[in-house]
């Protein structure tokens, strides 16, 4: 058996194990075990990974395994990888990990919860290991359909109209994605769906392309949070579960700027030429709108979401800005945004399960109550403005020293007017830290508050850790990702 089918076949057995237990500490038992092998096989992958291309191995995808499905339209359970890939498989293995110790107590139906939530991290692996264009899709659905009853049924507030809304949102950028996929297919003339032969041909014509392109762009930018279509991301942030918020905004959000870059930036290189600048207007908008809203929230949920719309749409702009450095920061962005949002909704979740409020102007004084979740909290928030030695500013330096590469007034300007989003971070970060962990504890039920327990520090220690070794360490990551950004990137300089 091909090994990056193990990523499919540990979530199965999950479901399995999962299906037949009984009592909730089968159930954890059955989570912990099949979390923990995810997280084991994606650090041996790396290391496969690394070994392979120190031997001197180029091929473009390692790992590679085709086995026909549907002959008529030539669709084929075709897996492979790359640095990109490899980068995000450990991040979504990470993020699985410590969600599952975050939902450790979770409650009614821990079972269902736990059973909606592997099949949504089954779909995310399953997309970040195909490279057959039907199979990446069939992956995004699986990914994308279980947040309707993990948001509508395990959520809080809005819970049904955020998940009601957050589906037939991303449903209608699913429409335009598989619009655009047959698109590609047919246009092509290619007698495959896999992307790396029909990228090979390089023979869809230039007017199709200028089709074809957008709606495969927006389609996955749908799920990127793309300015206007981020609406569903703060209400389905603010409404789902801790470990659901951990995973939609850590992974699941990345499936967008991964499908961008993967699919219709390489396989529409001269479309994304002409028609980038359009989208670079509106990813530069998300940045900045996404900034400014986090300053006026008063729910840390939707303020951490609305920082997210941000973040996300910082990978977007650096993607279209067409060159390698560029393109690396972006990639290095979704890790670095992965694990510092997963954190803070960690916190937020824990903050919430003890206070029972989200609300900044109902809380004060924290860090006398619950030491340990706050000093998380204030490294989290660090993490998110930039600070030199952690996740956030190896990711974003890089992003914008790569935008300013392009020498021309309209790609500069845009760059500049997006670096403000860094002083529009600090200024609610800082804000927010001072108002909730600082001064005086107000409210008399707060000091009987409790700190973290042992399954939470596991959570949060494990992500504080990743967030300052990517911060610290980053190059063995910007190298195996620059290696595998090359050959998108020059497909796309003109």
């Known amino acids: 058996m091909n090994f990056l089918s193990i990523f499919v076949l540990i ?24 979390a923990s092998a995810l997280l084991i096989a994606s650090v041996v992958l790396t290391f ?9 191995n180029t091929a473009e995808m390692l790992f590679r395994a085709d086995t026909l499905w549907y002959a008529p339209l030539h669709i084929s359970y075709s897996v492979g990888v790359d640095g990109i890939s490899v980068a995000m498989l450990l991040l979504s293995a990470i993020i699985v990990f410590t969600g599952t110790f975050a939902s450790w107590r979770l409650q009614p139906l821990t079972k269902e919860y736990f059973l909606w939530f592997t099949l949504l991290s089954m779909g ?11 199979t990446m899709f069939m992956f995004y659905e699986i990914a994308l359909i279980p947040m309707y009853l993990l948001i509508g049924v395990w959520g809080s507030g809005r819970k049904e109209y955020a998940a009601m809304k957050l589906t037939l949102m991303l449903m209608g950028g699913s429409a335009f994605l598989l619009i655009g996929i047959l698109g590609i297919y047919f246009g092509s003339g290619a007698t495959t769906m896999n992307l790396l032969e029909i990228a090979q041909l390089h023979n869809i014509p230039f007017a199709q392309q200028c089709i074809w392109f957008p709606l495969t762009f927006l389609g996955f930018g749908v799920l990127g949070a793309l300015f206007p279509f981020h609406t569903w991301s703060p209400d389905g942030h603010a409404s789902a579960p801790t470990a659901v918020s951990m995973l939609h905004a850590g992974v699941l959000m990345k499936l967008g700027g991964y499908g961008c870059f993967r699919i219709a930036m390489y396989l529409m290189p001269e479309a994304a030429n002409e028609l980038s600048w359009i989208f670079l207007i509106l990813t530069g908008i998300s940045v900045v709108y996404g900034a400014f809203s986090a300053c006026v929230q008063t729910d ?3 303020i951490n979401a609305y920082s997210s719309v941000s973040h996300c749409g910082l990978v977007l702009f650096a993607i279209l800005m067409l060159n390698q450095t560029a ?11 992965g694990l510092m949002t997963a954190l803070f ?10 206070t029972h409020t989200r609300d900044v102007r109902e809380l004060t004084g924290l860090m006398k109550v619950m030491p340990f979740l706050s000093v998380c909290y204030v490294i989290a928030g660090l993490a998110n403005l930039g600070l030199p030695g952690l996740s956030g500013f190896i990711a974003e330096m890089t992003i914008f020293v790569g935008s300013f590469q392009n020498n021309d007034v309209f790609h500069r300007t845009l760059t500049i007017i997006a670096c403000s989003s860094i002083v529009i971070t600090a200024v609610y970060i800082l804000r ?19 700190d973290a327990t042992w399954d939470e520090r596991v959570a949060v220690i494990c992500l504080i850790v990743c967030v300052a070794g990517l911060g610290m360490a980053p190059f063995w990551v910007s190298h195996m990702i620059g290696e595998s950004v090359l050959p998108v990137v020059s497909q796309l300089i003109p």
């Open 327 to 337: 393109a690396t920061g972006a990639i290095l962005q979704m890790l670095s945004h």
């Open 124 to 134: 995310v692996f399953g997309f970040f290991i195909s490279i057959d264009l039907f």
């Open 432 to 450: 927010l830290v001072g108002k909730i962990l600082y001064g005086t504890c107000t409210n008399k039920h707060h000091l009987a508050l409790t």
């Open 48 to 56: 496969m990974y690394l070994g392979e291309r120190s031997a001197g």
């Open 11 to 34: 979530p199965l057995l999950m479901l399995a194990g999962l299906w037949a237990a009984r009592g909730i500490k089968a159930i954890r038992g059955v989570m912990v075990t099949g």
């Open 345 to 354: 909704f960690a916190l937020i979740g824990m903050i919430y399960g003890r």
């Open 300 to 302: 840390l949920k939707y």
